[in-house]
């Protein structure tokens, strides 16, 4: 777990960090280099931060959570293996979804020790049903089948998560649809205000609220 120095600022944590992106996004975007750039500025070693490209080209990542799942599950088990434990996953907008698929419906909890989720919609957004075309969408739709069985049942007690969520989101509508819908002792929703929904990945004043939790 990552904690403050003594001046109040992050110190890296034990695990390494896998970082994922979200719908139509991919992990060659500039603000996953910034993202980057936070975890060294605070001490990570950069060999134990990885950003997870789901494709090469955005636009083009658009199927659902269940099958990103699998590939979050396979990078995950490859830091496991490389480092000698738990991985912390910070994911961002649908990317959410698909490590919650993993960590809480394909035995990945074991594997894991964070889940940051950064406006990813938990209880979908309002928008999602202008991309019904896309497997992607129809898993974000309010009430679709996806989050019915994620939301049914509390998360695993081994992993601990965090849901950041912004006011000024203006792709997840309701604001509180990407909080975590969960009241229990390893679950924090954090409210921030100013960011939209891209800069919750880039944003320094985010990434310290929830780097210290690492």
Request: glycine residues 12%.
């Amino acid at each position: 777990m990552a904690t403050l120095d003594d001046g109040g600022g992050v110190m890296p944590g034990d695990e390494p960090v896998l970082l994922v992106h979200g719908y139509g996004d991919t992990g060659q975007t500039p603000w996953w280099s910034t993202l980057e750039r936070h975890f060294r500025d605070v001490g990570y070693d950069e060999r134990r931060v990885s950003t997870l490209s789901f494709g090469p080209l955005m636009g083009t990542t658009l199927w659902s959570p269940r099958h990103y799942a699998r590939l979050i599950g396979r990078r995950v088990e490859e830091l496991r293996d490389r480092h000698g434990g738990r991985v912390d996953i910070v994911a961002h907008s649908m990317g959410g979804l698909g490590a919650r698929w993993y960590v809480e419906r394909e035995n990945g909890a074991a594997n894991v020790d964070d889940l940051v989720t950064l406006g990813t919609p938990h209880r979908g957004t309002d928008l999602a049903y202008m991309h019904l075309f896309t497997p992607g969408g129809r898993a974000m739709v309010p009430d679709s089948d996806l989050l019915a069985t994620l939301n049914g049942r509390a998360p695993p007690r081994g992993v601990s998560y965090t849901a950041v969520w912004s006011d000024d989101d203006g792709l997840i509508r309701p604001g509180r649809s990407a909080a975590l819908p969960f009241e229990a002792t390893n679950v924090r929703n954090i409210r921030v205000s100013g960011p939209g929904h891209m800069s919750l990945v880039s944003d320094r004043t985010v990434f310290e609220r929830y780097a210290e939790l690492l």
